[in-house]
Structures are given as structure tokens and as C-alpha cells.
């Protein structure tokens, strides 16, 4: 949906590499803390995911927004 990596995604909100694939692995909601969750939905808010539903009933996501890729992996260059 956002094409974005997982090491965007860890740069961006600040959880690691391998929690965010975990957490990738998991079916459901995943065991993890509450602020883990929620620097990853924020960061995934702000780049215009929007979470539909409950966890009980129809979980979601949609895209509101197209992303406009800004980021720049570690060593990186502009070239």
C-alpha cells in the first residue's frame, strides 16, 4: 500500500527492525506494548493510512492520501 520498507518504517517510528517483523508474523493483534503500537500507527497515520473498524469487528486499513516518499536510508546518497 505505501511501499514503504521495513527499515523506513523503523526509522520513522522508532521501532526496531526485527519487532516490526515479528509483529509482522503475527495473525490478530500482536503481543506487543501499547506505545509500540501506537508509534507505529502514528507513523502509519502520517503517511495517510487510516485503521477502519474494531478489532472485533471488520479490522482495516485504507489509504487516504498518497505517500510522497521523503526518506532517506542510512548512508544513502542524493544521486
Do not use: N
Not at 518504517?9 to 509483529?23: N, Y
Request: net charge negative.
Amino acid at each position: 500500500m505505501l511501499r514503504m520498507s521495513v527499515l523506513e518504517l523503523s526509522q520513522l517510528s522508532g521501532v526496531g527492525v526485527a519487532t516490526i517483523k515479528r509483529l509482522e508474523a503475527v495473525d490478530g493483534l500482536p503481543p506487543a506494548h501499547a506505545r509500540t503500537l501506537e508509534s507505529l500507527r502514528a507513523s502509519l497515520e502520517g503517511e495517510g493510512v487510516k485503521f477502519v473498524g474494531t478489532i472485533d469487528s471488520a479490522p482495516g486499513v485504507c489509504l487516504i492520501k498518497a505517500r510522497v516518499s521523503t526518506y532517506k536510508v542510512d548512508g544513502e546518497d542524493d544521486s
